[in-house]
């Protein structure tokens, strides 16, 4: 019996399918924190008898969450890259620039990136502060000191992931379903360096900057749909 899957596609198949499962994990994880811990955990601290319940879902809920969220955006990314590489091949790495495909999946791959480096390298090694205070407090000790901070910086680039992630389902989504009409002599320069200052201003806003603006689920979610269409003008009119 031949099976397909076994055949000269079927790697692609294997690492596109643990793309998928793994990207809606980490991608579920990051609206749920989003979409209605954050909202949970504000009514929580704003009454009195409720409050106690946010030290209990931070030491018990909270880490079950973030493994399956910082290990499906590892699984999400390797698999990924392997894609790419696989996708690339074939194609010759002299032609991508040219392509509609590679204008699309680079754009979504370079959001993804970030937010994959947010998880890793601000949200995780902050989130443990957070719960390691929990844990302090509920052994009847006192906050750690640095909790609040590590917990503002999570917030932050959680946010800035959401925000993120809009463009970034689009642009993977188009890379096969909206070819684009690619002037032959674009600069693909000029598009990754006009791309590379909005996203990367967008970033340090993440590390630095100020969360207000996004601070909530409709605005982020709105501002993610401008962000989508700020950088798909940008490509339609540089490409």
Do not use: C
């Not at 910082?70 to 698999?79: P, W």
């Not at 993804?112 to 009847?140: D, R």
């Not at 674009?186 to 590390?207: C, D, F, K, P, Q």
């Amino acid at each position: 019996m031949d099976w397909s899957f076994f055949g000269a596609n079927g790697n692609e198949m294997f690492f596109r399918l643990v793309h998928y499962f793994a990207g809606v994990v980490w991608i579920g994880m990051l609206y749920f924190f989003n979409f209605v811990q954050m909202d949970w955990f504000a009514q929580l601290m704003a009454d009195e008898k409720l409050k106690p319940a946010q030290g209990i879902a931070v030491r018990t809920l909270l880490p079950r969450v973030l493994k399956w969220f910082r290990y499906g955006a590892l699984f999400t990314f390797i698999s990924g890259v392997a894609l790419l590489g696989i996708k690339a091949k074939p194609i010759g790495f002299a032609y991508l620039g040219t392509s509609s495909w590679w204008i699309f999946i680079a754009t979504g791959a370079l959001l993804g990136t970030i937010m994959f480096l947010n998880v890793w390298l601000i949200i995780w090694p902050n989130q443990k502060i957070v719960m390691a205070s929990a844990e302090q407090v509920a052994a009847g000790g006192q906050a750690l000191p640095e909790a609040a901070g590590a917990g503002a910086k999570a917030r932050r680039a959680s946010r800035h992931n959401t925000l993120f992630s809009v463009p970034m389902l689009l642009f993977m989504g188009a890379a096969s379903h909206l070819p684009l009409n690619i002037n032959p002599d674009y600069s693909g320069w000029t598009l990754t360096a006009v791309l590379g200052l909005i996203i990367g201003g967008l970033e340090l806003n993440a590390i630095f900057g100020n969360v207000k603006p996004i601070d909530n689920t409709m605005r982020v979610t709105h501002f993610g749909v401008l962000l989508s269409v700020v950088l798909y003008a940008v490509i339609e009119m540089i490409a």
